[in-house]
């Protein structure tokens, strides 16, 4: 496995991690939300080198927002290397920034070997966003081993209420959502 990300500060190059892994920290500086600038084909000669010289047979990209993603799936279909993107949100079809980004995944995943989603809604989401034949589109679920988790030996209190929220607090997320949600809890079970 090899891992292509943006430069992070002045990290910047090739890097071994534990284990042997092998990140590229292509010299691309992230503007917004730790996304590069889109070129097209300003990554093309760096990503070629690297897929050659790593002997690459599967490209796998991740994040339906990350310019970087969208740029080494379309360069490495171009080259004729399978490839497969992993969706993990849920994007609406109604505001500007929705439908852009859902006319960006139908002209990347135009080409697409296959796709992962982690539930059964992303993938239907997935599929009427980027267009995609269900049938290359493949559910992965995000997964919890209970196994790790056993209740508490002594009895939590009653008289406070602890909301625990995993995630990237982000409108993607739901974050408005818990906004919306946490004064009503506390409405209904005062103190």
């Not at 990347?108 to 992303?122: F, P």
């Not at 239907?124 to 995609?132: A, D, F, G, H, W």
């Not at 559910?139 to 602890?162: G, R, Y």
Request: with cysteine.
């Amino acid at each position: 496995v090899v891992v292509l990300t943006h430069a992070y500060g002045s990290r910047s190059g090739v890097r071994y991690m534990t284990g042997g892994l092998k990140v590229y920290y292509i010299p691309w500086k992230p503007f917004l939300m730790q996304n590069t600038l889109p070129t097209f084909y300003g990554t093309f000669p760096i990503l070629r080198t690297i897929l050659i010289r790593e002997r690459i047979s599967i490209v796998h990209g991740h994040q339906a927002f990350s310019t970087l993603c969208h740029e080494a799936l379309m360069h490495a279909r171009t080259m004729g290397f399978k490839v497969v993107f992993t969706d993990h949100s849920l994007c609406g079809f109604a505001d500007i920034g929705s439908i852009h980004m859902n006319k960006v995944l139908q002209f990347t995943l135009a080409d697409v070997s296959q796709a992962i989603c982690v539930s059964h809604t992303s993938k239907e989401n997935t599929v009427l966003r980027s267009c995609l034949p269900p049938d290359k589109v493949f559910v992965v679920p995000n997964a919890v081993d209970t196994a790790m988790f056993k209740p508490a030996k002594e009895k939590l209190s009653n008289d406070k209420i602890i909301i625990v929220v995993v995630s990237r607090l982000v409108y993607r997320k739901g974050v408005d959502l818990l906004v919306e949600v946490i004064p009503e809890v506390c409405r209904l079970h005062p103190k």
